[in-house]
């Protein structure tokens, strides 16, 4: 097997037999071509022993056999499929001096490079594995990360968290906690055609109708990191609930808003004071699964279930307005689950998807000027994937853009005592901004609290 990294401390393969049996590929609807590779890091307060470890992990292979698989293009069509072919799934060592494990206590890190796994690697039809795994231990801490490197053609947020809770079920001799999982891609009709329609998704879409080569990507890339800095916040639960209360003051009788509605109406606002054009529009990042009882949405799909929705424009009169943000977004996400809907606007995403991964190019999904971008995993606990540590796991990760805000639960604290704070219901948020308004946003947040609480 062709390696580009370091030799891995050991390979492991599925346990026998897997829960797709004899079958040989699993076929890739547009929908899954993300063809690029995502990291996670769990940092322990302990060591990972190593047998248990490699023993949970081939469990966990036969659960998820497409994680063990070798991505493939094929035909005058570009059918694309993981082949199911029990690789070898590497597992990489190494033991750091350093006395801290991440730099931040947030969880989006600046750069998470360290303690992950290499994957600048070509993985369609190459002999490459779509998932790795990089074992660090701190020697001065006593702590171990446990980096995870997953290509997300095997799925999106919520398939890596099933996948990583289970290994952590496995490792501590448990079952998993999860009903066993459907591999049974949906394959959509070819869009409508007439000029009225695509004019109207094309417009609503521009992030996946435009294809970037490699060269242009990166040159976006460093542009960005160039021209921006990464800003954190992390409010309380109380702050929280103070946020959602500002924001209802303005709702009419009945109308209720999510915490997420409430706390991307406030950063909204907050975005709209310091930038010199106000934001008008907002772009959430929307899981489908469950919407219905359509085959493709299904709940426990091993496979990519999410797509970007923009709310309505919002008036220049009402960009300051917390309650009628709050109600854009909230429209935009009750009309992203009608089924109806979500099936057609599915299947524009799945055409320009492929129609990007056939060019081998790269989509740049960055909002407009008027715009922002939420992606929320607030309400997945990744520090369920404790590994026998509950209350003292941590979860991090890296990776946002300007005006692309990260959502996430907050880790606990560790006290110099020992001691560990849980954070519950407490919120960590991370996006990148110009930095010559990044103080600005700071400031303007501080102002609005007057505690920590």
Known sequence: MKMSLDSPKFLVTPSLPTALGSRERLELPGSDLFVVFISNVHVLPGAIEENK?????????????????????????NDWHIALTNSPVPVFTSVCDDETVVPEDRVVQ???????PDAHVAATNADEPLLRFKITYFKQTGETALGITWNHVLGDAYAFLRFTHTLSSFYQGLPSPYPKPTFARHFFSPPLTDPSTVSAFEAAMPYLVKCYDLTSFLASYV???????QVHF?????????IRDKVHEGAADGETFSNQD??????????????????QRVLNVVNYRNISDRPFAHLNLA???????????????????????????RASITRARDPDFAEMWITFVSYYMKRTADADGLTWCVPEESEILVNSTYGFDWNLAHFGFPGRARFYTSGVLDRYISVHRANPTKLPDGTWISNEGAVDISFRIRREVAEKVENAVRADFTSDD
């Open 262 to 279: 409430c706390l991307t109406a406030y950063l909204t606002t907050v975005l709209t004071r310091v930038l010199n054009a106000p934001i």
């Open 53 to 77: 470890f490699r023993d949970a992990l081939a469990a966990t292979l036969a659960v998820y056999p497409h994680t063990a698989g070798r991505l493939k293009r094929e035909g005058d069509n």
């Open 234 to 242: 992390r409010f309380s639960k109380a702050q929280w609930k103070e």
């Open 223 to 229: 542009k960005v990191l160039q021209e921006t800095e």
């Open 110 to 116: 600046g750069d998470n490079s360290r303690l992950v």
């Open 303 to 329: 496979g990519n279930s999410v797509f970007m929705i923009p709310s309505s424009v919002i008036s220049t009169e009402d960009v300051s307005s917390l309650a009628v943000i709050a109600r854009s977004i």
